[in-house]
């Protein structure tokens, strides 16, 4: 969740509360600090323009004049200067509460790599809370390759009666059987004795369209309700240069009987 602390201190800065007719404005008073404030983390995928990461600063009331911290490379698998370019300072300028400063990737010396820079500010304002900024760095490479779809996801998951669940993880494993398919292996693990998987097969004939799809697929028999069958309603699309399968619709059904649920699934590899 984004600003978090950094939010509600700014909004006390500034609100207003009215009591008996009267407005009395409620004023940060404690010591001035400076913190990151959209979080402490992120991914960062460079492109062959070698793009940017801003990353932003902030500090919970106006000042009069510039406020700066120092950046430090706390630790780092990437060279500062071959890999990536950081800035050695950030400045807030004068009645303003926060300002950004970039990471620049160099995107041909960045094949094959995948780094970690941890970021943290220095000097007399520094923070005592989100001091740090942890940014995982790679190069973007719009392929695909089955073999590196084997792994963990992040999903959103959607259903067309209940409403989104939580996001939640999911575990591929390659097909030993081989093909454009891999197996989806823990959808079911909140079930206890149902230990079974199912396939996700993709549809390559256009490499820049890419789709999949859940084949019709037995999943296990389910006390009186019958046999459990998945398969996909809604093709959904994937991307190869940030892997992620888009809107692909899941269909939970007896056999013979009729639809259970019908869900919208995204997942995401995680790097």
């Keep these: 969740m984004k600003n978090s602390l950094y939010i509600l201190l700014m909004a006390l800065s500034v609100l207003s509360l009215k009591s008996c007719g009267e407005a009395e404005p409620i004023i940060y008073d404690g010591p001035l600090f400076i913190s990151f404030t959209e979080g402490t983390s992120g991914n960062y995928l460079v492109d062959?323009?070698?793009?940017?990461?801003?990353?932003?600063?902030?500090?919970?009331?106006?000042?009069?004049?510039?406020?700066?911290?120092?950046l430090e490379i706390i630790s780092s698998t990437a060279t500062?200067?071959?890999?990536?370019?950081?800035?050695?300072?950030?400045?807030?300028?004068?009645?303003?509460?926060?300002?950004?400063?970039?990471?620049?990737g160099f995107y041909e010396e960045l094949s094959g790599r995948k780094d970690t820079l941890i970021i943290g500010l220095t000097g007399e304002v520094m923070s005592t809370f989100d001091s740090t900024f942890t940014l995982y760095m790679k190069q973007l490479v719009c392929n695909y390759d089955i073999n590196e779809l084997a792994?963990?996801?992040?999903?959103?998951?959607?259903?067309?009666?209940?409403?989104?669940?939580?996001?939640?993880?999911?575990?591929?494993?390659?097909?030993?059987?081989?093909?454009?398919?891999?197996?989806?292996?823990?959808?079911?693990?909140?079930?206890?004795?149902?230990?079974?998987?199912f396939q996700i097969a993709f549809d390559?004939?256009?490499?820049?369209?890419?789709?999949?799809?859940?084949?019709?697929?037995?999943?296990?028999?389910?006390?009186?309700?019958?046999?459990?069958?998945?398969?996909?309603?809604?093709?959904g699309t994937f991307s190869k240069c940030y892997k992620i399968i888009s809107e692909l619709g899941l269909r939970i059904s007896v056999k013979d009987e009729g639809i259970i649920d019908e869900t919208l699934i995204t997942m995401e590899l995680q790097w």
């Design 151 to 197: 792994g963990k996801w992040t999903v959103n998951e959607t259903s067309i009666y209940d409403g989104p669940f939580q996001p939640y993880e999911l575990t591929t494993v390659a097909n030993p059987n081989g093909g454009d398919t891999i197996v989806v292996t823990d959808y079911w693990n909140y079930l206890e004795d149902y230990d079974t998987t």
């Design 80 to 104: 500062q200067g071959t890999h990536f370019y950081c800035s050695s300072s950030v400045t807030i300028p004068a009645g303003e509460l926060t300002a950004e400063f970039s990471v620049q």
């Design 48 to 70: 062959d323009s070698n793009n940017t990461y801003a990353i932003q600063v902030g500090i919970p009331l106006v000042q009069q004049q510039n406020i700066t911290a120092g």
């Design 204 to 235: 390559v004939s256009d490499t820049n369209n890419i789709t999949c799809h859940i084949p019709y697929q037995y999943q296990f028999q389910f006390e009186s309700l019958g046999d459990i069958y998945v398969e996909s309603f809604q093709d």
